[in-house]
């Protein structure tokens, strides 16, 4: 008998779908179908392959809603982020399918004749994508991989799978050969292990856990794969007196309690100059007041349920009856995997809901003072991976932005993402940048070629 994967609704409690889940024979069938069609795929002109991305980005618009309301029910968030995110899909592919035509090598001047440098795909990738973004974190790795000219086997996130495996159909559709874009459903422990393992793939790119990142990491090294790890995040959101505070305040719900707080890039850790702490804290009470959590397909909602019972008891592990809330927002009662927006204040550095990471709508407040505590408090976290900097002083942002170990920072903003611009952390948020044109050096190889020319 078939063994399936059940896909829970978190807004509902209620059966999706049942998808069939893979196993190690899956992936070893999708690992071969991608090997037999790298080669033809790897010889696809670069014009030719760019119109193939720039038709999977029109598809992905013209199927735009269809994705949204699937990715809404599936990883419970609010329809407008899900509308938002698969835009993104769109622009990565857009984005990408300038790459092929782009000239990718060098020449370099030796003695005796002329020496240059060439990129080449690096042959059949495995792509491990968490349930938080389902389908636009499996794009950042599927545009660079397809664009440098690989095939790629996606497994994503057991929890949620449907886009992804829609993804593979429209790929097909746009006229990608059979075989170059591959989607296997199943358990981490086994489809995503013996991915990892599988002596024919050449490369993992994995978002997730920090604890499972490190798994991967010692697995792959068996065969000597690349590896690409973005992983877990405690981002410091850090407000200067001399900021403009009610900004800051207002702009902090959304940094924490967008996506529930599933994000690795929450600015969880709230860093308020003692002089104004009072004043934020009045400013921040009524902007989390005014989050609107319910039914993610309401065009109302701007937070939704936590992804499944077992993680809503996670998180409220960290609001417990000892804990100092001081704001705490509503959420619905009945079915659904809901959870209430909480504020933590005041917060010791050393306590655990300021240390671990809590993917959870869970905000700490830690009060600081001066430029060198702040730079000290967001430094002292295993983690490093995104955060924001508040501050009219325009030489403090600048200085605070190179002594905070992090590897993506804003400035009076509290955005990360940009598919232009890398993306990815340090320490223990993992290693690799994905997005931007330096995504591509992750999915390619440089080859040095040198030609005698028989000259002095």
């Not at 992804?307 to 659904?336: K, T």
Request: proline share 7%; aromatic share 6%.
């Amino acid at each position: 008998m078939t063994e399936t994967l059940r896909v829970i609704e978190p807004a509902t409690e209620q059966l999706i779908e049942e998808v069939p889940s893979g196993g190690p024979e899956a992936i070893d069938a999708a690992v071969d179908a991608a090997r037999r069609a790298f080669p033809a795929w790897r010889a696809v002109a670069p014009a030719d392959r760019a119109r193939l991305l720039r038709r999977i980005a029109d598809l992905v618009d013209e199927h735009r809603e269809e994705l949204a309301r699937l990715e809404a029910r599936n990883a419970g968030k609010p329809i407008a982020d899900a509308r938002g995110e698969m835009g993104m899909v769109a622009d990565v592919f857009r984005y990408y399918a300038g790459a092929p035509e782009r000239p990718n090598g060098e020449t370099i001047p030796v003695a005796g004749g002329q020496a240059f440098t060439v990129r080449e795909p690096l042959g059949v990738v495995g792509l491990i994508t968490p349930w938080n973004f389902p389908l636009a974190i499996a794009a950042w790795k599927m545009g660079p991989a397809l664009a440098a000219g690989n095939t790629l086997v996606l497994k994503p996130a057991e929890l949620t799978p449907l886009t992804a495996l829609r993804f593979e159909r429209l790929a097909l559709e746009a006229g990608l050969p059979p075989g170059v874009v591959n989607v296997v459903a199943g358990p981490g422990e086994t489809a995503g292990a013996r991915l990892v393992e599988h002596p024919g793939v050449a490369k993992i790119a994995f978002t997730g856990s920090t604890a499972v990142g490190t798994t991967i990491a010692a697995r792959a090294a068996a065969t000597l794969k690349r590896v690409t790890l973005e992983l877990g995040g405690k981002s410091a959101n850090v407000v200067f007196a001399d900021a403009d505070v009610e900004a800051a305040a207002a702009a902090a719900p959304a940094a924490v309690f967008g996506n529930a707080g599933q994000d690795c890039c929450a600015r969880s850790r709230i860093l308020v100059e003692r002089p104004v702490l009072g004043d934020f804290l009045a400013a921040l009470e009524p902007a989390v007041a005014a989050v609107r959590v319910g039914d993610p397909l309401d065009e109302a909602t701007q937070m939704g349920p936590l992804i499944s019972a077992a993680h809503r008891e996670r998180v409220a592990s960290y609001v417990g009856d000892d804990a100092p809330v001081a704001i705490r927002g509503r959420a619905p009662d009945g079915p659904g995997f809901w959870f209430a927006p909480a504020v933590l204040c005041p917060v010791d550095p050393d306590d655990r809901a300021a240390r671990e990471e809590i993917f959870g709508p869970v905000a700490c407040v830690i009060p600081f003072d001066g430029e060198a505590e702040a730079v000290a408090l967001a430094n002292d976290t295993t983690y490093g991976l995104s955060g924001s900097i508040w501050t009219r002083d325009g030489a403090r942002a600048l200085r605070v932005a190179r002594a905070i170990d992090t590897g993506v920072l804003s400035i009076n903003s509290n955005t990360s993402v940009r598919v232009s611009t890398p993306f990815g952390g340090v320490k223990r948020s993992g290693y690799g940048r994905e997005l931007g044109p330096r995504a591509l050096e992750a999915y390619s190889e440089v080859k040095s070629i040198y030609y005698a020319t028989g000259a002095a």
